[in-house]
C-alpha cells in the first residue's frame, strides 16, 4: 500500500517564504527547496557552508531559472550561531514554513562547546533554539508551520532523551543516541503544537520522515564527508537499497502545503514505510508520551536558555 500524494498537489506557493535547513546538494533539503521553488515559494537554504549553499543554488537554478532563493549561513550544532543566524533572518521578514531537516545520524562521539552530545546538539537543540527565536516570524506570516524532519529510527529510542544534556554519564552508543535524537523531533513536534495552540498562535507544528532515502547522511555520519575512498562507496551503497532523495522529500512537502491539522505525521506508504507516495504515519507510544514530551520541552528551554512560545 502507498499513500496517494504527490508533489503535483502542492498548491501555488507564490507569495509564501519557507526556510529549509540542511540544503546540501543531493540531500532532503536540497529536494524540498526544490519542488517549493518550482511552485513559486521564495526559499530560504540554511546551511552550515557557503560554498555548498552556493552549490545547492546552482543547482535548482538549473531546473527553476527564475527561483527566488536566498541564503542563511548556520551550524545548527552551536547555540552561538543559532542565534547569530536568527539575528540576520529577521531580515527575510515573515515566514510561512519553517523546516527543520538538518541531521547527523550516528557520526563517533562529540561534545560542542555548548556541551551537548553532537546528535543532540545537531537534531535537537540547535533546531529548538533556531525555531523558538524565529517564532515571532513564523507568527508574522499569520498561518504558519514548523516541519521537522524525524525518522523510523525514533522506534529504536527506549528512553526519551530527558536526563541533564551537558551531563556525560553513561557510554556514548551511536545508533541510540541518533534514535534518541529523532524520538525528540516528535517529541518536540507534539509538544510544541499543543503550546502553540494554547497560546492562541497561528502557527502549527508537523512533522515528517522519508523512509529510506538515497542522500550523503550515512557517510557523512561515518566518515564526515560523503566523497572519496570508502565514503563514496557507502553513498554509494545506500543509493543502491534505497528511493531516491527526490522521493525522500516528499513527506516533508506533503507535511509543509498539505492541508493538514498539526501534529501530522508523514511518512512513505509503501513497504514498511521505506518507500512511497506518502500518507499519514503512526508514531511509537514513546513518541506520544506526554509527560516525555514536557520535559523534553523544559529541559531544552533550560539547555538552550530560552523560554518560547
Ligand atoms: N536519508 C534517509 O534515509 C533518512 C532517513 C530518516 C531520516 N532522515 C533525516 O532526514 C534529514 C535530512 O538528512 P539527509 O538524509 O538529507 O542527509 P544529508 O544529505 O546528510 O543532509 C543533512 C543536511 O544537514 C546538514 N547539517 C549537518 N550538520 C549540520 C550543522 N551542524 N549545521 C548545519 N547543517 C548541518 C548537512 O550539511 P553538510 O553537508 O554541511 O554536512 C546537510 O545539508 C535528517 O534530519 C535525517 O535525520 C533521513
Not at 229 to 241: E, F, Q, Y
Request: proline share 6%.
Amino acid at each position: 500500500m502507498s499513500g496517494s500524494w504527490s508533489p503535483a498537489q502542492i498548491p501555488d506557493q507564490d507569495g509564501r517564504t519557507v526556510l529549509v535547513t540542511g540544503t546540501t546538494r543531493g540531500g532532503l533539503g536540497h529536494h524540498t527547496a526544490l519542488e517549493l521553488a518550482r511552485r513559486g515559494a521564495r526559499v530560504v537554504l540554511a546551511g552550515r557552508g557557503q560554498g555548498k549553499l552556493d552549490e545547492t543554488v546552482a543547482t535548482i537554478r538549473e531546473e527553476v531559472p527564475d527561483a527566488q532563493l536566498e541564503q542563511l549561513v548556520v551550524d545548527l550544532s552551536s547555540l552561538d550561531s543559532v542565534r547569530s543566524a536568527a539575528g540576520r533572518a529577521s531580515a527575510i521578514g515573515a515566514i510561512d514554513v519553517l523546516v527543520n531537516n538538518v541531521g547527523v545520524m550516528a557520526p563517533p562521539y562529540h561534545r560542542t562547546l555548548d556541551g551537548f552530545e553532537s546528535q543532540m546538539a545537531t537534531n535537537h537543540f540547535g533546531p529548538f533554539l533556531f525555531t523558538g527565536l524565529l517564532l515571532p516570524q513564523l507568527v508574522d506570516s499569520g498561518d504558519a508551520r514548523i516541519v521537522t524532519v524525524s525518522s523510523m529510527a525514533h522506534r529504536m529510542a527506549r528512553t526519551a532523551p530527558v536526563e541533564d544534556p551537558r551531563s556525560s554519564q553513561g557510554r556514548y552508543r551511536r545508533w541510540p543516541a541518533y534514535g534518541q535524537t529523532k524520538l525528540a523531533n516528535l517529541l518536540f513536534t507534539f509538544e510544541a503544537d499543543r503550546r502553540l495552540a494554547a497560546a492562541g498562535l497561528p502557527v502549527k507544528a508537523l512533522a515528517a520522515h522519508p523512509g529510506l532515502a538515497g542522500t550523503h547522511l550515512a557517510a557523512n555520519g561515518q566518515f564526515g564527508r560523503s566523497r572519496g575512498g570508502v565514503a563514496t562507496i557507502l553513498d554509494a551503497g545506500v543509493k543502491a537499497v534505497s528511493q531516491s532523495a527526490a522521493a525522500g522529500a516528499w513527506p516533508s512537502l506533503m507535511a509543509a502545503t498539505a492541508d493538514l491539522p498539526g501534529s501530522t505525521y508523514c511518512g512513505p506508504g509503501g513497504i514498511r514505510e521505506t518507500r512511497g507516495r506518502p500518507q499519514l504515519v503512526g508514531c511509537s507510544s514513546l513518541a506520544r508520551d506526554v509527560e516525555q514530551q514536557r520535559r523534553l520541552w523544559e529541559i531544552s528551554e533550560e539547555a538552550v536558555g530560552l523560554r518560547w512560545p
